[in-house]
T-cell receptor, first 115, second 113 residues
Framework: GDSVTQMEGPVTLSEEAFLTINCTYT??????LFWYVQYPGEGLQLLLK?????DKGSNKGFEATYRKETTSFHLEKGSVQVSDSAVYFC??????????????FGQGTTLQVKP | ETGVTQSPTHLIKTRGQQVTLRCSSQ?????VSWYQQALGQGPQFIFQ???????GRGNFPPRFSGLQFPNYSSELNVNALELDDSALYLC????????????FGPGTRLTVL
């Protein structure tokens, strides 16, 4: 079945550093790809998405490009802030027979940004 | 516009008991999906309800069951609780099924002792 693999954390950075969180996927079809963020004690918030190859999703300074040739969707931000500290999940929307659009998540990467 | 809400926030049960978790979908959304997030893991799909019918199920045993009501709110029921059922249970609603953006609630933290 479809799957998502993220780089293991935790990732610890100083404020204003460059962030990359790697994400690769395995899928039989052409899924949409997502990055979700989870702040302590909260549910998931959609950070950005891309629905087809070469699409770039962006939001709040974060970017990710849907790379079909490398089956990747790496998350990047040029200058992180302490408020970006959270757990980041890469996910794909699986194409299934029931047309649920169910999400398959990676295991999550914890980002800690120090002042 | 009210977002997705879930109740209760936290719950403690003992092995063998039964539990019901509740979710109110975002206004205008007819689809609710439930996910289980074990500690330190990504969420896993339990099932989805679309217009009051189950519309797909993940790899969870039949003791996980659900309902969706005419107002599209939903319940997740778990019978014969096991220790491994301890997790954060997330509800997500979407405009319709099939790949639309899913909006998540804050979750219910279930602890089974």
């Amino acid at each position: 079945g479809d799957s998502v693999t993220q780089m293991e954390g935790p990732v610890t950075l100083s404020e204003e550093a460059f962030l990359t969180i790697n994400c690769t996927y395995t899928a039989t079809g052409y899924p949409s790809l997502f990055w979700y963020v989870q702040y302590p004690g909260e549910g998931l918030q959609l950070l950005l998405k891309a629905t087809k190859a070469d699409d770039k999703g962006s939001n709040k300074g974060f970017e990710a490009t849907y790379r079909k040739e490398t089956t990747s969707f790496h998350l990047e931000k040029g200058s992180v802030q302490v408020s970006d500290s959270a757990v980041y999940f890469c996910a794909l929307s699986e194409e299934d027979s029931s047309n649920t659009g169910k999400l398959i998540f990676g295991q999550g990467t914890t980002l800690q940004v120090k002042p | 516009e009210t977002g997705v809400t879930q109740s209760p926030t936290h719950l403690i049960k003992t092995r063998g008991q039964q539990v019901t978790l509740r979710c109110s979908s975002q206004s205008g959304h007819n689809t609710v999906s439930w996910y289980q997030q074990a500690l330190g893991q990504g969420p896993q799909f339990i099932f989805q309800y679309y217009r009051e019918e189950e519309n797909g199920r993940g790899n969870f045993p039949p003791r996980f069951s659900g309902l969706q009501f005419p107002n599209y709110s939903s319940e997740l029921n778990v019978n014969a609780l096991e220790l491994d059922d301890s997790a954060l249970y997330l509800c997500a609603s979407s405009l319709t099924s099939g790949g639309d953006e899913q909006f998540f609630g804050p979750g219910t933290r279930l602890t089974v002792l």
